[in-house]
């Protein structure tokens, strides 16, 4: 182990843990087996890692936060199962992300420039991209796939085995029990419902008028003209032609496993 940067030595750190350079880790925290830590990373104190855990470059993980710890699956029998943590994540207090399950392809995967504020939870198997904010209090049941820069307001959820794509926008207090495509943004009633695209949030990113037109275009054709799925999914396959961004609704559509959110 390379120790270049303060390490309390109120820390429990396993000895087959990898900690790179320049990682703090702060008082009371329990580094466990089998768990890798880039360079730069900084850990605060009461702060729990079990393994096997793989934490990425200059991430900055705040106290109590629980990571790496068994999945909350009655089907988990102990097998060997990874959570893989990218690079320049900031997960907050209290949050717990949890390994996967050998059944759901072993590995909880979260990526780079991620924001994982306060309570959240990311459950066994999940797969999150890159530029994700988590908001307090909300959580991801199992097996859930989120796309880049995707927003989840405060107290949101998402049933297991739903997509949401990138860039789509989750309201506060929003239940999604259905997979969300790229752009969509859901509000709250009852149950997320479609409320427009996000694209206030496109604008930021970047997104020129034209681009921002074409998505509005999809989402009346999916949501507003009164057309079956397989109906606005031909008209949407013409728009494609002409919009990139339509293309990856498109695909979002025709690789979801759950029913959609209409």
Not at 58 to 78: E, H, V, W, Y
Not at 237 to 258: C, G, P
Request: aromatic share 6%; glycine share 12%; charged share 20%.
């Amino acid at each position: 182990m390379i120790h270049a940067a303060p390490i309390h030595p109120t820390a429990l750190i396993d000895p087959s843990a990898v900690i790179g350079a320049n990682v703090s880790i702060g008082a009371y925290s329990v580094i466990g087996a089998e768990v890798e830590i880039g360079s730069g990373t900084v850990i605060g104190p009461h702060v729990v890692i079990e393994g096997p855990t793989r934490i990425g470059r200059d991430n900055r993980i705040t106290q109590f936060a629980s990571l790496g710890g068994d999945p909350q699956d009655k089907k988990f029998a102990g097998e060997r199962t990874e959570l893989v943590i990218g690079d320049r994540n900031l997960i907050r207090e209290f949050a717990t992300i949890n390994r996967g399950t050998g059944d759901g392809g072993g590995v909880t995967r979260i990526g780079d420039d991620n924001w994982v504020l306060a309570y959240v939870h990311v459950a066994h198997d999940c797969q999150i991209g890159n530029h994700v904010v988590f908001s307090n209090y909300s959580a991801l049941a199992g097996h859930v796939e989120i796309g880049d820069w995707t927003i989840l307001s405060g107290y949101s959820g998402v049933h297991q085995f739903c997509k949401v794509g990138a860039h789509a926008f989750i309201g506060m207090g929003c239940l999604v029990g259905h997979d969300v495509p790229p752009f969509v943004m859901m509000a709250n009633e009852q149950q997320g419902r479609p409320r427009g695209i996000n694209s206030e949030g496109l604008k930021r990113r970047g997104f020129d008028a034209t681009r921002i037109s074409a998505i509005k275009r999809a989402y009346r054709t999916l949501y507003m003209a009164g057309l079956s799925l397989p109906e606005a999914r031909e008209k949407l396959v013409e728009q494609a032609r002409e919009s990139d961004d339509v293309r990856a609704m498109l695909d979002f559509l025709d690789h979801s496993e759950r029913a959609l959110a209409r």
